[in-house]
């Protein structure tokens, strides 16, 4: 079968009438006047790599590459042809989407050779929801007769290779390269791979959803995880209780309806990527819920816009179910219903965090309840009553998908909280539903490691979110106040994501290594809350940061251990592929979105892409490799005050002058 195709090489930069060398040692190239060498700095590094795959172009590195042939091949992928005839038809529908939606039109096909493509896949009918086996090889052989050769149990394991290959193609003057032999054998070290983005507190348009989802897919990310509703607004448009979002969104174009969702997903799935929704409660629930007492429901929420809010929230507008209140239950059914008939991953996000007992204190309807129960109004009677509110709405979640209440069936996720702390995660343990423990807390703090531990002894599977490197939203300016910055600084910058090995982590903190971390450690997701986010600074808020998280859960280099070299796993030696995917990424048009192109902050002047290695202090480097040394936390150490010194000694010696 002939396939029309559009190629996602390397694009070209234009630069001055520099030529590039290659330091085969270094693998570095060095730009010269001489003539000599490649013409491109993108050519030089495409052709500047060893035998045993290392490089300073891949993103995410594959786990293992061997070039056995670095001459390189023209070639024309615009058309190819593969062994559709030996797959279902359903199958090549969804090859053919996802080959499109990876590889760009910008080459000339005149003259160049046609080739053959082989698929091996063992599950032609493995959905991305079923969290398949992600594993693949690839096989590229100029003198073969398939001179690509996929093998791989699915779909997914096939798109990944595809995302590789596009990565493995040099466009040069209009004429597509790869090498004439290589076998890439990869997998990733982790299933779950994401970003949550919340669309509540500021409206995200579909096309930058779009864009992130590409963006994500691009460095093998898998999960979009939407936190799609908080108090601030509800967005969703929901068909069968359409007041939610009539009351509760912005505005009437600030909203996402079914067919809008639909085509977000779809696309999604082009690009590797799940969509997991969250309906966060009982707290974080305000504004879209206040239609109760006009249809004489009552109060589904209470505390709604409180002041003084610290008193009763975390963050402005308060907003908290009206858990006593029966109605609220069939409204939420409702809302589930609607949610997993749009969105349809097996997989749901409950919510579930920062839950305040003095909310609910505000309803005297809801202490009179507690009094009638004989619950104390403390975190104890408290805890209480939000289990009853657990129960109750994972009854209405498990009826929404048509499923048996009586039957642990199903798997939920919610977010970390005094719920998951002590003796309360017993509350969690007694539901029908398996939950997904998905921590936020800081790493850093010595209560927060011991409720981790405490989570895992509990048999509970986890995704870490740690704040004090994963939360893209902190490090800025505060919002509730007139000086300072906001509560989770400081900047998380991507060195300190790329250098945090979780299993280092778990392995030397909560004993746990191997197999058994690897039943319990899913994977991780960055977060952006959107309080100071919006449609013009969500992209460079998000990239590069969260791509130094792919690396991190495909690859999985080496962690602290690697820091005092330039060794594969150092963050130093990331740095240079880091800097090139990003402007490599920037250049790429996004299929089915006209005129828009992923985007990403500036890590550093053009002239550091073009001298790697020699932008560094050396003496801060120093004085962060002690500290590596003494830090027993294999996580992302914070630079100490001689550190800022060496790094603010040019500022000071150029004023002084």
Same mark, same amino acid.
């Given at each position: 079968?002939?396939?029309?195709?559009?190629?996602?090489?390397?694009?070209?930069?234009?630069?001055?009438?520099?030529?590039?060398?290659?330091?085969?040692?270094?693998?570095?190239?060095?730009?010269?006047?001489?003539?000599?060498?490649?013409?491109?700095?993108?050519?030089?590094?495409?052709? +500047?790599?060893?035998?045993?795959?290392?490089?300073?172009?891949?993103?995410?590195?594959?786990?293992?590459?061997?070039? #056995?042939?670095?001459?390189?091949?023209?070639?024309?992928?615009?058309?190819?042809?593969?062994?559709?005839?030996?797959?279902?038809?359903?199958?090549?529908?969804?090859?053919?989407?996802?080959?499109?939606?990876?590889?760009?039109?910008? =080459?000339?096909?005149?003259?160049?050779?046609?080739?053959?493509?082989?698929?091996?896949?063992?599950?032609?009918?493995?959905?991305?929801?079923?969290? *398949?086996?992600?594993?693949?090889?690839?096989?590229?052989?100029?003198?073969?007769?398939?001179?690509?050769?996929?093998?791989?149990?699915?779909?997914?394991?096939?798109? &990944?290779?595809?995302?590789?290959?596009?990565?493995?193609?040099?466009?040069?003057?209009?004429?597509?390269?790869?090498?004439?032999?290589?076998?890439?054998?990869?997998?990733?070290?982790?299933?779950?791979?994401?970003?949550?983005?919340?669309?509540?507190?500021?409206?995200?348009?579909?096309?930058?959803?779009?864009?992130?989802? &590409?963006?994500?897919?691009?460095?093998? !990310?898998?999960?979009?995880?939407?936190?799609?509703?908080?108090?601030?607004?509800? *967005? =969703?448009?929901?068909?069968?209780?359409?007041?939610?979002?009539?009351?509760?969104?912005?505005?009437?174009?600030?909203?996402?309806?079914?067919?809008?969702?639909?085509?977000?997903?779809?696309?999604?799935?082009?690009?590797?990527?799940?969509?997991?929704?969250?309906?966060?409660?009982?707290? &974080?629930?305000?504004?879209?819920?206040?239609?109760?007492?006009?249809?004489? #429901?009552?109060?589904?929420?209470?505390?709604?816009?409180?002041?003084?809010?610290?008193?009763? +929230?975390?963050?402005?507008?308060?907003?908290?179910?009206?858990?006593?209140?029966?109605?609220?239950?069939?409204?939420?059914?409702?809302?589930?219903?609607?949610?997993?008939?749009?969105?349809?991953?097996?997989? =749901? &996000?409950?919510?579930?965090?920062?839950?305040?007992?003095?909310?609910?204190?505000?309803?005297?309807? $809801?202490?009179?309840?507690?009094?009638?129960?004989?619950?104390?109004?403390?975190?104890?009677?408290?805890?209480?009553?939000?289990?009853?509110?657990?129960?109750?709405?994972?009854?209405?979640? /498990?009826?929404?998908?048509?499923?048996?209440?009586?039957?642990? @069936?199903?798997?939920?996720?919610?977010?970390?909280?005094?719920?998951?702390?002590?003796?309360?995660?017993?509350?969690?343990?007694?539901?029908? $539903?398996?939950?997904?423990?998905?921590?936020?807390?800081?790493?850093?703090?010595? /209560?927060?490691?011991?409720?981790?531990?405490?989570?895992?002894?509990?048999?509970?599977?986890?995704? !870490?979110?740690?704040?004090?490197?994963?939360?893209?939203?902190?490090?800025?300016?505060?919002?509730?106040?007139?000086?300072?910055?906001?509560?989770?600084?400081?900047?998380? *910058?991507?060195?300190?994501?790329?250098?945090?090995?979780?299993?280092?982590?778990?392995?030397?903190?909560?004993?746990?290594?191997?197999?058994?971390?690897?039943?319990?450690?899913?994977?991780?997701?960055?977060?952006?809350?959107?309080?100071?986010?919006?449609?013009?600074?969500? #992209?460079?808020?998000?990239?590069?940061?969260?791509?130094?998280?792919?690396?991190?859960?495909?690859?999985?280099?080496?962690?602290?251990?690697?820091?005092?070299?330039?060794?594969?796993?150092?963050?130093?030696?990331?740095?240079?592929?880091?800097?090139?995917?990003?402007?490599?990424?920037?250049?790429?048009?996004?299929?089915?979105?006209?005129? @828009?192109? *992923?985007?990403?902050?500036?890590?550093?002047?053009?002239?550091?892409?073009?001298?790697?290695?020699?932008?560094?202090?050396?003496?801060?480097?120093?004085?962060?490799?002690?500290?590596?040394?003494?830090?027993?936390?294999?996580?992302?150490?914070?630079?100490?005050?001689?550190?800022?010194?060496?790094?603010?000694?040019?500022?000071?010696?150029?004023?002084?002058?």
């Amino acid at each position: 079968m002939a396939v029309s195709l559009l190629l996602l090489g390397l694009v070209t930069i234009a630069t001055a009438d520099f030529t590039w060398s290659c330091d085969k040692d270094t693998l570095r190239c060095t730009r010269n006047t001489s003539g000599e060498g490649e013409a491109t700095l993108e050519a030089c590094r495409f052709t +500047c790599v060893k035998a045993t795959g290392e490089n300073r172009f891949m993103w995410p590195q594959p786990r293992k590459m061997e070039i #056995l042939n670095a001459d390189l091949q023209t070639f024309d992928p615009r058309g190819f042809t593969y062994n559709s005839d030996d797959l279902k038809a359903t199958f090549t529908a969804q090859f053919n989407e996802i080959v499109q939606a990876i590889i760009l039109d910008d =080459f000339r096909r005149d003259g160049q050779k046609n080739f053959t493509m082989k698929l091996d896949v063992a599950n032609e009918e493995k959905s991305i929801d079923d969290s *398949p086996d992600e594993s693949y090889v690839l096989t590229i052989d100029a003198s073969a007769t398939d001179m690509v050769t996929i093998k791989a149990d699915n779909i997914w394991g096939i798109r &990944h290779a595809v995302q590789t290959f596009s990565q493995l193609i040099l466009l040069e003057d209009k004429t597509a390269k790869t090498y004439s032999k290589v076998i890439v054998t990869d997998s990733p070290a982790y299933p779950w791979r994401g970003l949550v983005v919340d669309t509540s507190r500021n409206y995200i348009n579909p096309d930058n959803l779009k864009i992130i989802i &590409h963006s994500l897919g691009a460095a093998k !990310m898998n999960i979009f995880h939407w936190h799609i509703t908080d108090t601030n607004s509800f *967005p =969703f448009k929901s068909k069968t209780l359409p007041k939610m979002s009539e009351f509760g969104a912005y505005n009437n174009d600030m909203v996402y309806d079914a067919n809008t969702i639909d085509d977000i997903i779809k696309f999604a799935k082009t690009k590797g990527v799940r969509v997991i929704v969250e309906l966060d409660a009982p707290a &974080h629930s305000g504004y879209g819920y206040d239609w109760g007492p006009d249809e004489k #429901l009552g109060d589904l929420v209470v505390c709604l816009n409180a002041m003084p809010w610290e008193k009763y +929230c975390y963050q402005p507008p308060c907003g908290q179910m009206n858990v006593i209140n029966d109605n609220l239950y069939d409204v939420l059914e409702n809302i589930y219903t609607d949610l997993v008939k749009v969105f349809k991953d097996e997989v =749901f &996000h409950m919510g579930g965090d920062e839950v305040k007992g003095a909310c609910w204190n505000t309803s005297s309807e $809801i202490r009179e309840y507690m009094d009638a129960k004989g619950w104390s109004k403390d975190e104890e009677g408290y805890m209480k009553l939000w289990y009853e509110y657990q129960t109750k709405a994972a009854k209405a979640y /498990l009826k929404a998908r048509g499923l048996d209440n009586s039957l642990k @069936q199903h798997k939920a996720i919610v977010w970390s909280s005094s719920m998951t702390k002590g003796e309360n995660i017993k509350y969690l343990n007694q539901s029908n $539903i398996d939950y997904i423990i998905q921590f936020w807390g800081n790493l850093s703090d010595p /209560l927060e490691q011991e409720h981790l531990r405490n989570i895992v002894k509990s048999g509970k599977q986890v995704i !870490m979110s740690n704040f004090d490197d994963l939360y893209l939203d902190c490090g800025f300016a505060s919002w509730v106040k007139g000086k300072g910055h906001n509560w989770c600084a400081p900047f998380k *910058p991507w060195q300190g994501i790329y250098r945090r090995n979780y299993d280092e982590w778990f392995e030397t903190n909560a004993n746990l290594s191997g197999d058994a971390l690897k039943e319990v450690l899913l994977g991780a997701e960055a977060a952006i809350w959107t309080e100071q986010a919006g449609n013009d600074n969500i #992209l460079t808020r998000i990239f590069p940061r969260t791509w130094a998280l792919a690396e991190r859960l495909w690859t999985n280099p080496l962690g602290i251990k690697a820091e005092n070299s330039t060794e594969q796993g150092s963050w130093r030696e990331a740095e240079e592929r880091l800097l090139y995917f990003t402007e490599q990424i920037k250049e790429r048009k996004i299929e089915g979105l006209s005129n @828009q192109f *992923p985007k990403s902050d500036v890590m550093k002047p053009r002239w550091c892409f073009e001298f790697p290695g020699n932008c560094f202090v050396e003496e801060a480097q120093k004085e962060e490799e002690k500290e590596d040394d003494d830090d027993g936390d294999s996580g992302a150490g914070r630079p100490g005050c001689v550190t800022w010194f060496w790094l603010l000694l040019p500022m000071i010696i150029e004023r002084a002058l």
